[in-house]
Every structure is written in C-alpha cells, then in structure tokens.
C-alpha cells in the first residue's frame, strides 16, 4: 500500500479519468483527470508560502472544492491538516494556534481569528466561494504534481476534540489510519466507481472528510457537494445520485418535507448514519415513508470508523451500529478490563489499524486512554449481543452530541462559571428531536450580582453556535451525592422532556 494516501487516489485516475471527480452547484468542478494539476496548483502555494513536510496548516472554512485540493495538497506535501469549525470564536481559534503551532493559517475573509501579531504565522485567505488569497495564488502558479513519501506512520491530520477538563485534544491520525479505514469502508458498503455521492456533510468534520470525501475519491465515484445541507437542496439531487451520508439531524428535517417521498429516493442504493445516535423512532419513520433503513454505524475522531451494520438491508437493526469492521476489534469491559457477559453494559475498548497515534503534545491524556496492549479507551457504554453485534448505551464521560457535533460540559461550564454571581454550574445534554442532543446549563448564584442578559452576552460572544446552552436553569440547590458531586443524571431526568414534550 502507498504511504501518501493522496497517491492512493490519483491512481483512479487511469480508470476513470474523465469522469466527474467534484461537482459543485451543479457543474463539474474538476475530472479525476484533472484532479492532480487542481491539487497540484494548491502544493506549489503551500511551497511558496514556506510550509515543509511535517509543519501544520490550519483550515477555518466552510465546504467549496478549494476546501478540498487545499486538503490533499497538505497531505502531498508531507504536511499535517488541522481542521477547524467555522464557528469557532477567535479566542477558541487562538487556543488551537497556541497549541498545534501550525505554520500556516487558510481561513475564510470574514471568519472570526485572532488579530495577526508577532507569532510568525504566516495567514491566506480561502471563502467558501471559491476566492481569496490562496486561490489568487493557485492561479499563478505551475502545478507541482509531485506527492511526497511518507510512511504509514507518518501524521496526515491532527483532529481536534474539546477534552473532559476543558483543553481542546487534537487526536493524531496518520496516513496508514486513513489508508486502513477507507479500503474497509469501501468493501463493507459494497462502493464503487458507478456510485455518486450526495455529500452535505462539513469538511472540517471527520466524517465529511474522511469518510465522504475520502470514499469518493478512493472508489472513483462522483461527489456531488453542496455548502452545507439544506432539505430542499437535497431532496432536488436526490435523483441524480445513488448514495446519502448525513447525521441523525438531516434524516429528521428530510422527514419533516413533504417532498421527501418513496419516489424522490427510487435510485438511492444507501442511506448511512452517523456522528450522532439515530433514535429507533426515526429509523422506523424513515423505513415506513421510503422503504430503506438507515445503515448506522459508529465511530469517533480518533478512530474514524469502528463499526458498522450490515450492507444487507435485513440486518440493520434500530438502536444499533453493527460489527466490527475488517481487522477493527472490539470489547466490552467492567472496571477492572475484564470482559462483560453477552448483554451486559460495560465501558467500550477498541484497536486496529485505523487508531490513532495518540493526542498531539498530550502524554498524560494519551496514557489515560490509550492501554500498552494496543486498545483504546473510547469513553462510551454499550454492549454486545451473541452475535458480535454492538449496541451504544451511553457517554461514561458525559460527552453531549448535538447535530452531529462533539460538546464536553467541562469546557462550557468554565466559562459559564465566569459570568458574575454564579456560584456553580452544570451543563448536560437532554434529548432533542432535531438535534439528537440539546445542551442544558443549571446554576446557582450568589447575592444579586447575577445577571441573565449578562449571561447571554457572554455565550453568544465566547462560545460557537452549536456549543451554547439553549436554556440555563437558575436553580436553589443542585442534587449532590454523600460526596458533594452534582448529580448531573437526575438534572437530566428532571428535564428530559423540555424538547420532547408532547404537544
């Protein structure tokens, strides 16, 4: 196998050279044929603005095929992409910088970033429209098909996570990871070069880069992309592609279109959850209006894909993700790594080539999540029937997953712990029929200095949009154990139903 997995993808170019490798608003953005001089373009950019193999470079911007080549050319030059959301604020922004120390930053014009100063870096522009000082550069400049050797070892992206104590963790994925991961991916949902993928996931999420954007490249099947998910815009291409990777979040609002019909999906071949637990509600909606069920599957940034359903329609079962892929194992631990009884629920380890190599400049979170016998503390509950086959039970680290996206309370409760006149906080996740998860803040106050406008100012300024508490309770007294620990469980009782509620 290839070290440089961007050589693994230009190898279709021999097979499927003039077919559509990107299309973007409705016209070909760029053949297989075409892709290496696009990306190409992208690396001499990269060499000209001093980035080497093994430096970072750091992407704030939304999904346009530039998101894309600027991707692949990093990974050409031997460099390591460090994504960001879009809606981080600037003081989350200068957190990463401090903490990746990349030597470049693309970011969209209007996105927010800290102000340039003394620290070397060197900045370019990419919107989400195709413009920007990087694509003004990109035109200029020869393209440098070159794609540097690496190993499989070598890093090709650092993914960060917000860590439990409120430290964002940037988990280390190598070439050899991405490699393993996409082959299995590739045979287990049976891809190939006649599919074309519907693809409105966020680049800047692992599942929208390397799982869509990585399959369509490695099968020689056709992306078709689009800014971000939007229904209508979505059930418009529904008859022009064959496959649709979305989060739990895009299956309800389709739902909720009285267009989405049984023969608005007569050519879609797959239907594939993730990033967010898919309530066994909404898989059976979605089976009774369109005849297929949803295959879900489970993963995480440091591991990409873990499990999977099966491809057969027959085997997919609600409230499950499936099997281990190829070569993945898992187990279902208690306290002690001793492994639990057919179902029975326990803390979920995994191992396989598709693990990463650690946090990035984190030995003491490495060590606590990573065991010297291979497998990786992954934080979740769950357990396994006779088959093999896992079911997820909950977070053991109160991780909320809201649209699709990861939120620890730990970084939201320090800072909402800053506003004046609260005393202590909590922040939980509670069901939510869109969302999967709704954060949820409770407080206690001291005096009068508390103020709740003051509060709201405070999130809409430090916190992205997906992170913010949709509602935060002012409470007497928070429930305690005999320690003194809040009780964060029967908070979540207590307003489970906020959401969900009946009408």
């Known amino acids: 196998m290839t070290g440089n997995i ?17 299309i973007w608003n409705g016209e070909t953005r760029c053949t297989f044929a075409e892709l290496p001089e696009q990306v190409g373009r992208y690396r001499a950019v990269l060499a000209k603005l001093g980035v080497k193999r093994g430096d970072r470079v750091m992407v704030k911007t939304d999904n346009s095929p530039e998101f894309a080549f600027t991707y692949l050319a990093v990974l050409a030059s031997g460099a390591i992409f460090v994504p960001m959301n879009p809606a981080y604020t600037a003081a989350e922004v200068a957190l990463l910088i401090e903490d990746a120390e990349p030597a470049l930053l693309v970011h969209a014009a209007q996105t927010p970033v800290p102000e340039a100063g003394e620290d070397g870096l060197v900045r370019a522009t990419l919107n989400a429209d195709g413009t920007g000082s990087l694509v003004a550069l990109a035109a200029e400049c020869e393209a440098d098909f070159s794609v540097e050797e690496v190993e499989t070892s070598d890093l090709a992206a650092i993914l960060f996570t917000s860590g439990t104590t409120g430290r964002p963790k940037g988990a280390m994925l190598t070439h050899g990871n991405l490699q393993s991961n996409v082959a299995a991916l590739y045979e287990a949902w049976a891809f190939s070069s006649d599919d074309v993928i519907l693809h409105s996931l966020p680049l800047f999420h692992a599942h929208g880069l390397f799982v869509c954007l990585h399959l369509g490249l490695y099968s020689g099947a056709t992306l078709r ?37 049984r023969d608005a999906v007569a050519g879609i071949r797959l239907f594939i959850s993730g990033s967010a637990p898919l309530l066994p509600s909404a898989f059976s909606a979605f089976e009774e209006r369109t005849g297929h069920r949803i295959l879900e599957r489970y993963g995480m940034t440091e591991t ?32 002690d790594r001793v492994a639990m009884p057919v179902g029975e629920v326990g803390e979920i380890e995994m191992k396989g080539p598709n693990l990463c190599a650690g946090y990035w400049r984190r030995p003491e979170a ?26 997820i039970a909950g977070r053991s680290k109160d991780l909320i997953i809201s649209g699709g996206y990861n939120v620890y309370p730990a970084e939201i409760e320090m800072l909402l712990a800053e506003a004046p006149g609260v005393q202590d906080v909590a922040v939980f996740g509670v069901p939510h029929p869109d969302f999967g998860e709704a954060v949820m803040a409770a407080i206690t106050t001291s005096g009068t200095e508390y103020d709740a406008a003051a509060m709201q100012s405070l999130i809409a300024e430090r916190m992205a949009k997906f992170k913010q508490p949709k509602q935060v309770h002012v409470l007497e007294a928070f429930p305690r154990n005999a320690m003194g620990k809040i009780l964060k469980q029967e908070l979540r009782e207590r307003y489970r139903d906020t959401f969900t509620r009946a009408a």
Not at 6 to 19: I, P
Not at 307 to 333: C, E, H, K
Not at 372 to 386: H, I, K, M, N, V
């Open 6 to 22: 961007v050589s693994t993808f230009y190898a279709r170019e021999k097979d499927h050279g003039a077919k559509p490798a990107i």
């Open 304 to 335: 990409v894909m873990i499990t999977s359903n099966p491809y057969a329609q027959a085997g997919r079962l609600p409230g499950t993700v499936g099997f281990a892929l190829p070569g993945v194992s898992v187990r279902v631990v208690d306290g």
């Open 225 to 261: 992309m689009l800014a971000k998910f939007d229904a209508a815009k979505v059930i418009a291409d529904l008859d022009k592609v064959s496959v649709f990777m979305g989060v739990p979040t895009f299956y309800s609002r389709l739902l909720d279109t009285e267009a989405f019909t």
């Open 366 to 391: 490495t060590a606590e999540s990573f065991y010297p016998d291979g497998y990786f503390r992954t934080g979740d509950t769950g357990f396994l029937d006779a088959e093999g086959r896992l079911t």
